[in-house]
């Protein structure tokens, strides 16, 4: 066991000292990796923060039905409740006539012409059944509950706000295309940083060419040989990681600071920087755990080359 330690800490602190020889080499190859990951990152957080923007919207809509007067309250309860039980009925509340005028005279407090217009009558206002829906692409299937020929007779009249459902249908849009983009992006500066990372080894690889050879020839294992190039470039992706969070950390204090005179739209700036916050350290455990695999895969495979060319000789 200590024989193991003590060939694993030599690993590392070869991995170290060729990452401090070779650290112009490794520029290129760590500036890729730093885009890459920032790319992911960004996309994370934007996501998490356009599917905030769509809950928060959809929150706001439902589904509005107004009964009959010719209904009475126990059935217009009854019928709640057949509602309650559609599968994409996220909630439903049931408002009496009483409780919909005392709703109508909280909200007009401040405009004595409509309270006095609805004072000089009978109350008016129709008992109301409102339905939040779990899904708004499925609203239709409230809908079609709604016109069946014996609930028909129940209501007078429904509203629904289609505004808001075009509102959330391009968030979803933009989203998506987002989503698209930034996985597209970040395959190709993965596969980019890859490549760099690739041959930054094999020119370590060439420039130590006869001490590797004399190592081979002394008997030295294959991971010997391939773990301190893994440890150099696992280096690397601790480094671009750590970067790439210092980046989006700058640009949500630089975007906070600038907040009262930009506008960013769909993007709520303070909800990202929230997310960010709340999920620091799984955000840059992904980032950490993204930045290793890129460089020790690409690592693997570039010493994996050169060992099998060596073996084959």
Known sequence: MSRRFVTLTRIVNTGAVNFVRNAWLAIAAMAVMIITLTIVLFSVITNATFANTIAQITDKIDVSVYLKDTTD?????????????????????????????????????????????????????????????????????????????????????????????????????????????????????????????????????????????????????TWYIRGPFVVETVIYGVISAAVSVIIIHSLFVAASSALQATSLGLLDINYSAQYFRQHFFVLLTIQLVLGILIGAVSSIIATRRYLKFKTAN
């Open 73 to 221: 309250e126990a059935a217009g309860r009854a019928f709640a409740g057949q509602l309650e039980g559609l599968p994409n009925a996220k909630s439903v509340n049931f408002l009496s006539k009483d409780q919909v005028l005392r709703r109508y005279r909280q909200q007009n407090a401040n405009n004595p012409a409509l309270l006095s217009a609805i004072n000089e009558t009978d109350n008016p206002l129709p008992a109301t059944i409102q339905v939040k829906p779990k899904d708004l692409n499925k609203i239709q299937d409230i809908r079609d509950f709604l016109n069946k020929p014996n609930n028909k007779k129940l209501w007078e009249d429904v509203s629904y706000r289609d505004d808001r459902k075009a509102a959330i249908d391009k968030i979803a849009h933009a989203t998506n295309l987002l989503r698209r983009a930034g996985i597209a992006a970040v395959l190709i500066f993965a596969v980019i940083s890859m490549l760099i990372i690739f041959n930054t080894i094999q020119m370590a690889i060439f420039n130590r060419r006869e001490e590797l050879t004399i190592m081979r020839l002394l008997g030295a294992g």
